[in-house]
């Protein structure tokens, strides 16, 4: 491999290494602008199973990931206000954030979302954290099917905690959140309130002293998303509560703006 300097080199090289990897796709027109090559290296890597690669493709994966992170802009947490007793809310890409952990909205699988270009959190964290992110989640998951059998799949509200990789956080948490397939009940607002009390518990017992949620289960699993903002926030402010001085920050990362306006509500 020559020596690849330039972002457009390397997206070019990881396009190219990342077809050849690929059976179905290794013979796949590679589009002439950057945007549609992003979206070509994005989709590959979003369908690629868990696998190694070659070390000097991942390490040129880094690199370019570092530099998209740059590029988004890093969102340091003091650059995030403090709106109340360690409580924040933040709109925007949560990729960006470089606290101590993010919290991802996973399936019970948990390898990530295999559609192409999905606009899922899942899928943006397993992009922008890399390969990497995939297969440390494969190797939990089959320690996991070791000790509870083949068919394991991780419980609703049971964190699993990983590195990041290229994010700007230290880790991710992932979590199953409650699907509310016909009617909302308290059973599944216990599940929603124990995937941020047991998030909570694993930071604590990590040494994780900042953390931002996403609206976990607003999305395709059809919790309601003011009821889930109600659980959250009196699950976290009881949580806080009870452990005094060991959280630095609990951040609320919303994308939609009706989310903002009902956290904002809820701390006003």
Wanted: glycine content about 4%; proline content about 4%.
């Amino acid at each position: 491999m020559s020596e690849i300097i330039t972002q457009e080199q390397r997206l070019d090289f990881l396009v190219e290494e990342f077809k050849a990897d690929s059976n179905e796709y290794k013979n796949l027109e590679t589009p002439k602008d950057t945007e549609g090559k992003r979206r070509i290296l994005r989709s590959l890597m979003n369908i690629r199973m868990p696998k190694e690669m070659a070390e000097e493709v991942v390490k040129v994966q880094d690199e370019y990931l570092k530099e998209r992170a740059t590029d988004k802009g890093i969102v340091e947490l003091s650059e995030i206000p403090d709106i109340r007793e360690g409580i924040s809310i933040w709109q925007g890409d949560i990729t960006r954030l470089a606290v101590d952990a993010i919290v991802n909205a996973a399936n019970s699988q948990m390898l990530g979302c295999f559609v192409p270009m999905h606009t899922c959190i899942d899928n943006c964290i397993h992009t922008f954290a890399g390969i990497q992110l995939r297969e440390e989640c494969s190797r939990q998951m089959n320690q996991l099917r070791i000790k509870y059998g083949r068919d394991y799949e991780q419980p609703t509200a049971v964190p699993m905690l990983t590195d990041a990789y290229n994010l700007p956080a230290k880790k991710v948490i992932h979590i199953v959140g409650p699907i509310v397939q016909h009617k909302l009940t308290p059973a599944l607002e216990k599940d929603l309130a124990d995937c941020y009390r047991n998030t909570l518990d694993m930071c604590l017992d990590n040494g994780l002293k900042s953390v931002a949620f996403c609206c976990i289960s607003t999305g395709v699993f059809h919790f309601p998303n003011k009821r889930a903002a109600e659980i959250a926030m009196e699950t976290v402010q009881g949580w806080l509560r009870a452990h005094p001085g060991q959280m630095e920050r609990v951040i609320f990362n919303v994308f939609k703006d009706e989310d903002k306006d009902i956290y904002e509500g809820l701390l006003s």
